[in-house]
């Protein structure tokens, strides 16, 4: 194993990168409702500086109005979503092998994470939901720092997300590797000089993070 010198930190988007997609359950819940195909991503893309998607992940305003706010938009858009369906679709399953990538780079690398997110709420959760709350609380332990929208006030693709992680993480843009399963939000980081890694398959990105670290995931 060869560490590539020039790289001090892995940073992560979270849902989507090591969770399932939450696009799966979009494609479950359009096909269950009749909807067409892709619609919740067309009402999340539409206005996303704005939307009811961009205001919740800002903290800027509650679920409850979150739910008001998506239903008048999707209904604009030719269908009424509610919009607690939709965040009840968010929690995917983890993926182990790209924990287990996430705890050997904290061997050698920082390890940040940059997501967006909604403030917590306190709920009585199911079994199922409890497990994956927990599952989730424990990979969180192993990040050095991790920057929240919800916390920061300023969500992805915003540049100022990214500089927020390079701040609190200590190292320059071009000493980054940053994975999300978004493209529009890889743009700005390697805009910034970041090295980038779009998750569709795990296996490939983690191929990939080999390639720009030098370690050999198992």
Not at 41 to 54: F, G, H, L, Y
Not at 158 to 186: H, R, T, W
Request: with cysteine; charged share 25%.
């Amino acid at each position: 194993m060869s560490l590539n010198t020039e790289i001090k930190a892995i940073l992560w988007d979270f849902g989507g990168v090591f969770t399932s997609s939450p696009f799966e359950a979009f494609v479950r819940y359009e096909q269950e409702h009749n909807l067409p195909e892709n619609f919740i991503r067309r009402v999340n893309s539409t206005n996303p500086n704005s939307n009811a998607w961009a205001k919740l992940e800002s903290n800027a305003i509650s679920r409850e109005k979150f739910d008001t706010l998506f239903r008048e938009e999707s209904r604009s858009l030719g269908h009424e979503v509610s919009g607690t369906d939709v965040l009840g679709l968010l929690s995917g399953t983890l993926r182990p092998r790209m924990v287990d990538s996430l705890k050997l780079c904290k061997q050698h690398f920082k390890v940040g994470c940059i997501t967006n997110n909604m403030k917590p709420i306190d709920v009585a959760l199911d079994t199922v939901e409890k497990r994956q709350f927990t599952d989730t609380g424990e990979v969180m332990t192993f990040f050095d720092v991790i920057i929240e929208s919800s916390i920061e006030g300023v969500r992805k693709p915003n540049p100022k997300i990214y500089e927020i992680a390079c701040a609190k993480i200590g190292s320059q843009p071009n000493e980054c590797v940053f994975l999300d399963d978004l493209g529009i939000n890889l743009k700005p980081a390697r805009a910034m000089g970041m090295r980038t890694i779009k998750v569709v398959d795990p296996d490939i990105a983690i191929e990939e993070l080999s390639g720009y670290t030098g370690l050999t995931f198992p």
